[in-house]
């Protein structure tokens, strides 16, 4: 019986531990059970709170949440990402933009992991979100401030060629001496 116990505790201790650690963390797992080729069910982790603004329990109340929170234009290709992936395909990660429940828009990256039976058939597929936002925030300011800067040398460098363009012209007609 003390066996026993001590097993038991364990046991409850790791789940306890194990819903701490998704609690906190900023990414979440959801999964997707499937049957006959189609998403027959989608369970999102805890995490889905910090990245999306919803509980797993509004993503069960709502199947199509995860869906309609997708920024309309990364739609198609939200879409057809799931095509392949109930196709049987293995598709890369993606990203793409949704709308977080205080109407903020998030950049975030979705990782594939698909479950297969022993003959191969596709039965559920996990996914990955983790918020990039501040990544993609950081390399838009990159990419401007190399673009302002490419923008400073070619005006230098027209500039220096426009004086040299006046300077010969003002040699020609004899204004100065070369």
């Excluded at 019986?1 to 819903?19: G, H, M, N, P, V």
């Excluded at 919803?54 to 290709?77: G, I, Q, S």
């Excluded at 196709?87 to 975030?108: C, D, F, Q, S, Y």
Aim: glycine content about 6%; charged content about 25%; aromatic content about 8%.
């Amino acid at each position: 019986i003390t066996a026993r116990k001590r097993a038991e505790d364990a046991l409850r201790e790791s789940e306890q531990r194990y819903q701490r650690i998704t609690e906190a963390i900023t990414d979440y797992i959801y999964t997707v059970r499937v049957a006959e080729g189609r998403a027959a069910e989608t369970t999102h982790g805890p995490g889905c709170l910090a990245v999306t603004g919803y509980r797993a329990k509004e993503f069960a109340e709502d199947p199509f949440l995860w869906f309609r929170m997708v920024v309309a234009e990364d739609r198609p290709a939200v879409e057809e990402q799931a095509r392949r992936i109930l196709a049987g395909e293995t598709p890369l990660p993606m990203e793409h933009r949704i709308v977080h429940k205080n109407g903020t828009v998030r950049w975030v990256r979705n990782t594939f992991v698909p479950h297969r039976d022993e003959h191969g058939a596709l039965v559920a597929y996990d996914g990955l979100i983790q918020d990039i936002t501040e990544r993609y925030i950081l390399q838009q300011e990159l990419f401007q401030s190399q673009k302002t800067q490419a923008m400073g040398q070619l005006a230098v460098g027209v500039a220096h060629n426009f004086g040299n363009l006046l300077f010969a012209t003002a040699a020609c007609i004899g204004t100065i001496d070369a």
